[in-house]
């Protein structure tokens, strides 16, 4: 179905950063398949645990025991809050884990507690509940939302939210440390700890969306650790399957007892084999150091972009984000972002564009000073074309 706005491309195979199409030309892939594959195309440990996994056995239900999912949980919890972990397939479905949690907390409260706080521009999924806390148009037009009072507030508005959360008395409050799809947009650390101190003195959920910025991508394993608080939900699904579908949400212990059998369930999730995928990931992440090494390099194509920013200002007005998660904030319409983008790839440079006029990246953690270099080298021509082109 014509669901998505398709680049002109299919690709064969991967390698490290890099991407081949069907005629063998190489793409620098700074995609990463929308903020998922972390460490690059065929990493050989996540090679060797889908070879060893996958021929043990492949899926198994929630009805028995899965050991490749009950030591993940235990090392997100390890490198998270203390809790307990409901793993889902996707991102979405972790977002829908979180509202049907919430109302399930919000029945227990001694005074009631309706709706949910959300920023605005936020991104939180797809399906019919997690529409209605995604604050684009063109995601919620033309469906049926639930009836979930859902407010929405601007980033870094502390005295607004204040309002809300003593005026409206919300169940839960939803946070993307750096807004994705909004457009790359960090949080202030000053910001979330004010968020995390509002929800424990209105007593409301404090529920962190990790799905994109989560599992290193930010310089943390999670993004809301930069400002030393402590969540009551973690969403988290995109990097943690290594490409593999793998999601879910982590409850601090204090509640984790609120989900009985019955309350909620999936037959695929956790699959065994991304489970294991997961592991391996995190063996690379924090145990082989990829993690920090992945943060120092983000460290140089940050400086390296506003390097890059400082020659062409009235071009790019501004480099935001975090780790390895950066916009290049553009001073240009629309369709001349997305002719910037066609002509990255046709050099071999795969970009993505979000809220029409902010290039995004998304590299893995793996990528190299000299792809920094390349990178840097093309943008700057790119760039320097697009001018002489407007001046014709
Ligand atoms: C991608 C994303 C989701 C949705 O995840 P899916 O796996 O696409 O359902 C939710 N929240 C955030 C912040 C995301 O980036």
Not at 181 to 195: F, K, N, R, T
Not at 199 to 208: D, E, I, P, S
Not at 246 to 260: N, T
Request: glycine share 10%; proline share 5%; with cysteine.
């Amino acid at each position: 179905m014509s669901t998505y706005g398709r680049l002109p491309i299919v690709i064969e195979r991967g390698e490290g950063n890099y991407l081949f199409d069907e005629n063998g030309k190489g793409y620098l892939d700074l995609f990463t398949g929308l903020a998922v594959n972390i460490l690059g195309h065929s990493h050989p440990k996540l090679i060797k645990t889908l070879t060893e996994q996958g021929a043990k056995f492949l899926h198994i239900s929630n009805v028995f025991y899965n050991k490749p999912a009950i030591v993940l949980a235990e090392r997100l919890l390890k490198y998270s809050i203390k809790g307990k972990v409901f793993f889902t397939n996707s991102g979405a479905e972790a977002t829908e884990a979180t509202l049907k949690f919430v109302h399930k907390w919000s029945k227990q409260q001694p005074e009631e507690r309706l709706g949910i706080v959300v920023m605005k521009k936020s991104f939180h999924g797809r399906t019919l509940g997690a529409i209605k806390l995604t604050r684009q148009p063109g995601v919620y037009q033309d469906f049926p939302v639930t009836d979930t009072p859902v407010y929405e507030v601007k980033p870094h508005d502390i005295a607004a939210l204040e309002h809300i959360f003593q005026t409206k008395k919300p169940a839960a409050i939803i946070v993307e440390p750096v807004l994705g799809s909004g457009g790359i947009v960090p949080l202030e650390a000053s910001y979330l700890q004010a968020i995390s101190k509002l929800c424990q003195t209105y007593n409301v959920l404090c529920c962190m969306d990790e799905i994109q910025t989560g599992i290193g991508r930010t310089g943390m394993f999670f993004a809301y650790q930069h400002a030393g608080i402590k969540p009551d939900i973690i969403l988290f699904a995109k990097g943690i399957g290594g490409g593999l579908p793998l999601g879910g949400i982590i409850v601090a212990q204090e509640f984790s007892h609120l989900f009985q059998p019955g309350d909620h369930g999936t037959t695929f999730a956790p699959s065994p084999l991304s489970a294991a995928l997961g592991n391996t990931v995190i063996d690379v992440l924090i145990e082989d150091g990829q993690l920090e090494t992945g943060s120092k390099i983000a460290n140089k194509l940050y400086e390296e972009l506003t390097r890059l920013q400082s020659i062409f200002p009235d071009l790019v007005t501004g480099i935001r984000g975090k780790g390895m998660m950066l916009g290049l904030v553009m001073n240009l319409k629309a369709p001349d972002v997305k002719f910037i983008q066609h002509q990255l790839l046709e050099e071999g440079f795969m970009v993505d564009v979000t809220q029409q006029t902010i290039i995004r990246l998304l590299p893995p953690l793996t990528l190299t000073s000299d792809e920094i270099t390349v990178l840097i080298g093309a943008l700057e021509q790119q760039f320097q074309s697009f001018l002489k082109v407007g001046e014709r």
